[in-house]
């Protein structure tokens, strides 16, 4: 019990690491009192925490500044600035159809991104050398070399092993089953590596930069291709015991419904994945519907339909989790949550039918504001957070 109970404070000070990052970058020069106050955070909390960031020379005092922005007659604040020459980090997104990279620096400022199309069942192989040749490209865009970059953030939309970084079983990514994906890119790259499961990135990203950076109990719902969560959890990212935590796209809603690509019937990706909404779309507007015609035609009412109604199928399997979790916020990303109110709504309507009332009551349902970004921002987040643990010796050797 002692030692869940300190992991779980470890998760929670790794998470206000990031905020307290976000509003250095954010303000340029601030002081101590104006972090606590921007983040909600105890001012002891944040001098212990900027005491971290200044041992791994992350941050650094700007004395001569803090008199210029004293008050008369007082003692001027010290005010504090990020030291972005510190490192680089890359994220790497790799999606059902897509992979997307981008550079930082160490406060999450980027330098340079770009997004590339995937076919949609491609080798584990053929993603791997696309990712690392785009990430040499963006470091030369940015005008660094890899001596600089202190490790790189991986996303991937399936279960990982996070003890060696294998993929676990993966309806989206076939091809990507039992890779041992850490190894590989490090092959590749020769820069430490971490990977996370797509919807946790997503979640850790939201709470770090976007619309979640006041909770510390929270669903992040990524509704796309697949649909899976990430779960936030008194300010850690939980897992579950082999990655699995969150795999709401495979919750059972209809017992006589279509097959899945898992091989059970009637999970909630055959109503209320975009692939499923496209499939239905087909029958009456033709096989060129698109998950981008879908959203740009929400005046159709048989594409206000069918998305008005996956929100009532994702609310219906999401209330469970608001029971059991009793989460503050539910954030809703991915592809579909560019519908909107017209997505909410329907999720809103279920949950209030389906939920304990109190739970219901307590968890504000919101779109995530990072947009198809929030997995590669999450990417780079887990660097930043981890920084100090995991890759120790590369950073002390950027500090010095």
Avoid at 289 to 312: E, F, K, P, S, Y
Avoid at 343 to 350: I, K, P, Q
Wanted: with cysteine; hydrophobic share 45%; proline share 3%.
């Amino acid at each position: 019990m002692a030692s869940g109970r300190a992991g779980s404070l470890e998760s929670l000070r790794r998470l206000n690491r990031l905020r307290v990052i976000h509003a250095l970058r954010d303000q340029g020069l601030i002081s101590r009192a104006e972090i606590a106050r921007r983040t909600g955070l105890s001012r002891s909390t944040v001098s212990s925490l900027v005491a971290d960031l200044q041992s791994d020379g992350l941050v650094v005092e700007r004395a001569e500044h803090g008199a210029a922005h004293g008050t008369q007659g007082g003692r001027p604040p010290i005010l504090l600035s990020f030291d972005s020459s510190a490192g680089a980090a890359v994220g790497i997104d790799f999606g059902h159809s897509h992979l997307r990279v981008a550079i930082s620096d160490l406060s999450s400022r980027i330098l340079a991104e770009r997004a590339l199309p995937l076919d949609t069942d491609h080798a584990a192989e053929e993603g791997l050398d696309a990712a690392a040749e785009l990430v040499v490209d963006l470091l030369a865009e940015a005008g660094l070399d890899s001596s600089q970059v202190i490790g790189a953030g991986m996303g991937l939309p399936g279960p990982i092993r996070q003890e060696d970084g294998v993929v676990g079983s993966s309806a989206i990514l076939p091809g990507w089953v039992g890779v041992p994906a850490v190894a590989e890119m490090r092959r590749r790259l020769d820069i430490p590596i971490l990977v996370d499961n797509d919807a946790n990135l997503g979640a850790l990203a939201e709470a770090a930069f976007g619309a979640a950076r006041d909770a510390s109990d929270l669903v992040y719902l990524k509704v796309a291709s697949g649909i899976g969560a990430g779960l936030i959890l008194n300010g850690r990212l939980y897992r579950g015991s082999t990655g699995l935590a969150g795999e709401l796209g495979h919750v059972l809603v209809d017992p006589e419904g279509f097959v899945c690509r898992c091989g059970n019937r009637g999970c909630l990706e055959t109503l209320a994945a975009t692939g499923a909404l496209i499939e239905l779309l087909r029958r009456s507007h033709g096989e060129d519907v698109t998950v981008a015609g879908l959203l740009a035609r929400q005046g159709d009412l048989g594409c206000r339909r069918v998305i008005a109604d996956a929100g009532r199928a994702i609310g219906q399997a999401v209330a469970v989790l608001l029971n059991v979790l009793n989460p503050e916020l539910l954030v809703v990303g991915g592809d579909l949550a560019a519908a909107g109110d017209l997505l909410l709504d329907g999720v809103r309507e279920s949950v209030a039918k389906a939920a304990l009332p109190s739970a219901a009551e307590a968890a504000r349902v919101i779109v995530g504001v990072l947009g198809d970004r929030a997995q590669v921002l999450g990417a780079i987040a887990l660097v930043v957070s981890e920084a100090d643990r995991a890759f120790p010796t590369r950073l002390a050797a950027e500090a010095h």
